[in-house]
Nanobody
Framework: QVTLAESGGGLAQPGGSLRLSCAAS????????MGWYRQAPGKARELVAT???????NYADPVKGRFTISREGAKNTVYLQMNNLKPDDTAVYYC????????????WGQGTQVTVSA
């Protein structure tokens, strides 16, 4: 069973930075795709960024140029460096993993709160 554990959320001021981490356990090969999603109050969960086992990345338009996703493939750990944070970035951030390319379901972490406020 794959378990995802997030850390690094918290409070930041507008223009500030935070770094999120997500470590996967219970698996002994490289996860196909790992990523981050977020859900703000009253809104649907949305994609933030993903990264494949080969390092290919994809970003949602609102975070391009501000957020950077990276991973340690051997450790199945993914990071999200968030710079120039805005109040609209306030949300619960969830780690996600598609373990194998043909998996129909993905794994989710419990989520970590990010609040951007002066």
């Amino acid at each position: 069973q794959v378990t995802l554990a997030e850390s690094g959320g918290g409070l930041a001021q507008p223009g500030g930075s935070l770094r999120l981490s997500c470590a996967a356990s219970g698996i002994f090969f490289s996860i196909h795709v790992m990523g981050w999603y977020r859900q703000a109050p009253g809104k649907a969960r949305e994609l933030v960024a993903t990264i494949t086992s080969l390092g290919g990345t994809n970003y949602a338009d609102p975070v391009k140029g501000r957020f950077t996703i990276s991973r340690e493939g051997a450790k199945n750990t993914v990071y999200l460096q968030m710079n120039n944070l805005k109040p609209d970035d306030t949300a619960v951030y969830y780690c996600n993993a598609r373990v194998r390319p043909n998996d129909l379901e993905t794994e989710w972490g419990q989520g970590t709160q990010v609040t951007v406020s002066a």
